[in-house]
T-cell receptor, first 116, second 116 residues
């Protein structure tokens, strides 16, 4: 099973709202990622979690707050977003370095976020 | 620093014909991985094929093959017998290790359209 699931598929929120994006995988991967993707552009890395610890934060504004409650789940909490934050948010997972030969990332279907 | 270059913003191919999507890369790391992903209009990033920098043979996965020329720093994707469902954005990516997780650097993408 190479499935990564994301909910919701679509989200419309106002600039004063608080919402959360959820991501789940059951492939035993210990690295999980959040990406932001604008139309016709490649994905941009936001955060990396490795063994449930934040490993990389690519200078993302504090209005985005990631959380990794356990090895299968990854959340992205959203608060006071701006219209320019409207994008496709992709979650991915992969094996970590230790002991794994392959390290391709498997992506979920994404959440299309619109900030009004 | 790593860099991935895809010089073809758009490509057209006739159904059942083969097509090559170009990708060149630049890195000073001796160990790296090269990946190709397909992104249909639905948004999900689908992993297609992987080539390790020390692999002696070109990778193949069904109708997909990777033409790896290390001296030229190129990793072109060849799709044989194109199908209408192959119409999508294709991203070349390079992976490197960061702590215990993997980071991907993406190219700008090539929009492939398969004509009936």
């Amino acid at each position: 099973d190479t499935e990564v699931t994301q909910t919701p598929k679509h989200l419309v929120m106002g600039m004063t709202n608080k919402k959360s994006l959820k991501c789940e995988q059951h492939m035993g991967h210990r690295a999980m990622y959040w990406y932001k993707q604008k139309a016709k552009k490649p994905p941009e890395l936001m955060f990396v979690y490795s063994y449930e610890k934040l490993s990389i934060n690519e200078s993302v504004p504090s209005r985005f707050s990631p959380e990794c409650p356990n090895s299968s789940l990854l959340n992205l909490h959203l608060h006071a977003l701006q219209p320019e934050d409207s994008a496709l948010y992709l979650c991915a997972s992969s094996h970590s370095i230790q002991g794994a030969q392959s390290y391709e990332q498997y992506f979920g279907p994404g959440t299309r976020l619109t900030v009004t | 620093a790593q860099k991935i270059t895809q010089t073809q913003p758009g490509m057209f191919v006739q159904e059942k014909e083969a097509v090559t999507l170009d990708c060149t890369y630049d890195t000073s790391d001796p160990s790296y991985g090269l990946f190709w992903y397909k992104q249909p209009s639905s948004g999900e990033m689908i992993f297609l094929i992987y080539q390790g920098s020390y692999d002696q043979q070109n990778a193949t996965e069904g109708r997909y093959s990777l033409n790896f020329q290390k001296a030229r720093k190129s990793a072109n994707l060849v799709i044989s017998a194109s199908q209408l469902g192959d119409s999508a954005m294709y991203f070349c990516a390079m992976g490197n290790s960061s702590g215990s997780a993997r980071q991907l650097t993406f190219g700008s993408g090539t929009q492939l359209t398969v004509l009936p």
